[in-house]
Nanobody, 116 residues
Framework: QVQLVESGGGLVQPGGSLRLSCAASGSIFSINAMGWYRQAPGKQRELVAV???????NYADSVKGRFTISRDNAKNTVYLQMNSLKPEDTAVYFC??????????WGQGTQVTVSS
């Protein structure tokens, strides 16, 4: 069984930065792409970024140029570097692992709050 454990969330001022981490354990051979989703109060969950095993990344338009997703296959860990944070980035962020084409495994979620 696959487990995803997230860390790095917290409170930050507008314009600040945070780095989220998600470590996978268990049957990690069953994971292909990994990604980050977020869900703000009163809104649907949305894809933030996704990265393949080979390192190809895609981003939601709302975070392009500000967020960077990366992956360390040796450590079975995916990261989300978030810069120039805005209040509208406030949400619960979820790590996901896809197999074979859709998100199959999920982390517990970590709160990111951007506020003065």
């Amino acid at each position: 069984q696959v487990q995803l454990v997230e860390s790095g969330g917290g409170l930050v001022q507008p314009g600040g930065s945070l780095r989220l981490s998600c470590a996978a354990s268990g049957s990690i051979f069953s994971i292909n792409a990994m990604g980050w989703y977020r869900q703000a109060p009163g809104k649907q969950r949305e894809l933030v970024a996704v990265i393949t095993r080979s390192g190809t990344a895609n981003y939601a338009d709302s975070v392009k140029g500000r967020f960077t997703i990366s992956r360390d296959n040796a450590k079975n860990t995916v990261y989300l570097q978030m810069n120039s944070l805005k209040p509208e980035d406030t949400a619960v962020y979820f790590c996901s692992g896809s197999y074979p084409y859709q998100p199959t495994y999920w982390g517990q979620g970590t709160q990111v709050t951007v506020s003065s």
